[in-house]
């Protein structure tokens, strides 16, 4: 999957800038890839600052929402800018800007909310993994002996068989 991107970027941005040395010349392509890459680090600039202000100045749930979504776009958008490229700097440049990230906003709440109960549904944390949760206490001691792996009668796991023995006093540093 990961190939088969790279290779429709690959693609893309090589038939962007052949159209545009086909269509405005060499010296003015490079101007435009050049001002594109320069207008995408501006844009970032300004973009991913407000953004990081707006994440810390979240006081409501419904500012949280917002302010996560749009620091998810920004985050998008400035992975696309540092891509060399025109075509990816361009969407880069339109996922930072507000009207874009704006008319985005829904669906990329609508995506993860889609993805979080798929995650619910299947009884999993949110990466689809299941939690055991080992109710116990932890204790400081060693070991000793002869250990002993014994597989128990209900197949369910491993059970570790020694003898357990206070450990030797260690001062305790400032």
């Known amino acids: 999957m990961i190939a088969l991107l790279f290779l429709a970027y690959v ?3 090589i038939g ?6 086909s269509t405005l010349g060499i010296g003015t392509t490079i101007l435009v890839f050049l001002g594109v890459s320069v207008l995408g680090y501006l844009v970032l600039a300004a973009q991913g600052r407000r953004a990081l202000q707006n994440l810390g100045r979240v006081r409501s749930a419904t500012g949280a929402d917002r302010a996560l979504t749009d620091g998810a ?3 998008v958008g400035a992975g696309l800018v540092l891509v060399p490229g025109p075509v990816t700097s361009a969407a880069g440049i339109l996922l930072l800007l507000p009207p874009t990230r704006a008319l985005l906003r829904p669906l990329v709440r609508a995506l993860a909310a889609r993805r979080v109960a798929a995650s ?3 009884g999993g944390t949110f990466r689809g993994e299941r939690v055991v949760i080992v109710d116990g206490e932890v204790v400081e001691h060693t ?3 002869p250990a ?5 009668a209900s197949g369910t796991g491993t ?3 020694g003898e357990i023995v206070d450990p ?5 540093l400032p």
Do not use: I
């Open 73 to 75: 776009l920004v985050g």
């Open 168 to 172: 030797p006093h260690r001062p305790r």
């Open 16 to 21: 962007a800038l052949a159209w545009l040395g």
């Open 120 to 122: 619910v549904a299947r």
């Open 143 to 145: 070991v000793v002996g």
């Open 159 to 161: 059970v570790l068989e």
């Open 11 to 13: 693609v893309v941005e």
């Open 148 to 152: 002993r792996l014994d597989s128990p």
